[in-house]
């Protein structure tokens, strides 16, 4: 299981799919088990051992469990798997495990019995790595923030190149010590502990690299909106297919405001880097919510991102299947009528405690 950078394919369901449980299934197997804290989905019960089980969400947001009969497919949603093979009484390790794998399928597109669960619902860390660039960056940002600082005016760096060459400047080192001595002195840390600072500000720019990191991938999901345009160019003129296209185009506004919406806040919350320091577990946190959210409207991209950048542009049926299919992709999962909310209740929650926090 791995999650964004590279996001987890998930395999295609060849053969028919059915949402009922068989009678093959019907395994009538009861049993006892304690449970006990896991690094791994581990499962007791033999419907967890067929051919072929893995978890997966459904197009309807259901987590299922699918497994394979013959040249087939079932598909059988977790609670009617709890309802069917008495896996619902308190205690059972499979119960509990089940609810770990509904809790999981936001970190990755599937899982296996016996994969690793992510490091997200152990200890809220990230399950996957990043490229240095990607710490590179993070490092960079906090290093202006805290130069920013220093000279009375906070900002967010978008230039990259600016970035890394102001990092790199001795001036800026220079100015870096003076601020981590100044904060010392207003959080009250004695100037020789100034480590914890700095420990503080690695801790920051670590978890932020996660967030830079999903920057980086989410330019993939504004690259199929350049290409789409790119074919509407193409297709101008057409009589049909030029009309999805500019449904598709339609369509994306919403997911792309999102996902840019994320980013904004994530950025607003570290740009002033004395309050994100002095409620350090508070910013951990609301970095970590996040990520996760961004994460979360990610994952299921991959497959087009891939696709649809391979796609040249030209009129063919080809290319037009690929893009309908996209746009089937697009009216499932972003009606024009749904509403997204901008953050969880979760991340609501994180960024009051964290002004009700600094306001101290």
């Known amino acids: 299981m791995q999650p964004v950078a590279p996001l987890v394919k998930g395999n295609s369901c060849s053969g028919g799919i059915d949402h009922s ?53 079932a598909q059988i949603p977790l609670k009617a798997a709890l309802a069917e093979f008495s896996l619902d009484a308190k205690g059972q390790a499979d119960t509990e495990m089940l609810d ?13 019995p016996g994969d690793s669960i992510p490091r997200e619902l152990l200890d809220g860390t990230a399950s996957w790595t990043v490229q240095p660039k990607h710490t590179m960056i993070a490092r960079g940002r906090i290093t202006m923030q805290l130069v920013s600082w220093m000279t009375g005016e906070e900002a967010v760096i978008f230039d990259l ?21 100044e904060i010392c002195k207003m959080l009250g840390i ?57 449904r598709i185009k339609s369509l994306m506004k919403k997911p792309l405001t999102q996902i840019e ?45 891939t ?11 080809p290319n037009e299947a690929v893009l309908r299919k996209f746009y089937g992709f697009l009216a499932r999962n972003f009606p024009e009528s749904r509403e997204w909310p901008l953050f969880s209740k979760q991340i609501r929650s994180n960024a009051k405690k964290a002004r009700n926090t600094s306001g101290h």
Do not use: C
């Open 190 to 246: 004695p100037i020789e502990l100034r480590q914890t600072v700095i420990d503080q500000v690695d801790q920051m720019a670590h978890e932020l690299s996660f967030i830079e990191a999903l920057r980086d991938y989410a330019g993939g999901v504004k690259r199929i909106l350049d290409k789409v345009n790119q074919f509407s160019r193409v297709y101008d003129g057409d009589k049909s297919f030029y009309d999805d296209l500019q």
């Open 307 to 317: 696709t649809i950048d391979e796609l040249h542009v030209e009129r063919s049926r």
């Open 161 to 181: 190149g600016k970035l890394e060459q102001i990092v790199e400047d001795p001036l800026t080192r220079r100015r870096v010590n003076e601020a981590v001595a």
């Open 261 to 305: 919406t994320y980013f904004l806040q994530a950025d607003a919350q570290t740009a002033e880097i004395i309050p994100a320091l002095r409620n350090m577990k508070s910013t951990i946190n609301f970095i970590r919510d996040i990520r996760d959210e961004i994460h979360g409207a990610l994952m299921n991209w991959e497959d087009h991102i």
């Open 100 to 112: 770990q794998v509904t809790k999981g399928l936001r970190y990755v597109r599937e899982i296996r």
């Open 21 to 73: 449980v068989p009678d093959e299934l019907i395994i009538g197997d009861s049993y006892e088990s304690t449970s006990r804290r896991s690094t791994h989905f581990l499962f007791h019960h033999k419907l967890f051992t067929m051919t072929g089980a893995v978890f997966r969400m459904g197009e309807d947001s259901v987590p299922l469990l699918e497994v394979r009969l013959g040249e087939n497919k």
